[in-house]
């Protein structure tokens, strides 16, 4: 986790992004001094690129993974992994945890989740040749779905595809009277 960042060291426009619950994984609306940024990622907790960053506040279990730009967050509302991609690397992990395989606390007026959460999630973590089988997979089917230019195009000739057959068979008739 991050060291917290008051309010008022926060502006509406500015040099490094800082992320709250809100725009984790979207924009950004909020920011800090470059100043600040590098003040407190010298002497403070920070996640390395590639890391898996999880929501863990509010709508708990969103996954990003770190893109290794300057940006900093919210807290203990949004944490990450120092994982050994050695066993399990932070792509499969990411897919793995977006499934959300902990148990949240709850109790509180926000439903929060733990480090003792995630380290107590069961995971089923096959080879690495086999991880990176999956991700590629399963990074393809994501293209497809969030990526316009790649998803729009392969719905259309989808659909194209699935009219031409049902045209096909909507209007193929066979003659009963061939005196017609």
Do not use: H
């Amino acid at each position: 986790m991050c060291k917290r960042i008051m309010k008022a060291e926060t502006s509406n426009s500015g040099d490094i992004p800082f992320y709250k619950i809100g725009t984790f994984g979207g924009e950004a609306d909020s920011f800090i001094s470059k100043e600040k940024f590098y003040e407190y990622k010298s002497k403070y907790s920070y996640p390395n690129k590639g890391d898996v960053l999880i929501s863990a506040a509010g709508t708990i279990g969103k996954t990003v993974v770190f893109d290794g730009k300057p940006a900093y967050f919210q807290d203990s509302n949004i944490v990450w992994i120092n994982n050994d991609e050695k066993i399990v690397t932070n792509n499969f992990l990411r897919y793995c945890y977006s499934k959300q395989p902990w148990i949240a606390s709850t109790g509180g007026t926000i439903v929060r989740l733990y480090n003792e959460n995630i380290a107590n999630a069961i995971i089923v973590v096959p080879t690495l040749a086999e991880q990176e089988r999956i991700v590629s997979i399963l990074d393809r089917f994501d293209k497809l779905c969030n990526d316009i230019s790649d998803g729009l195009p392969a719905e259309i000739e989808a659909r194209r595809k699935q009219y031409e057959y049902y045209r096909d068979k909507l209007l193929k008739f066979e003659m009963k009277n061939k005196e017609l």
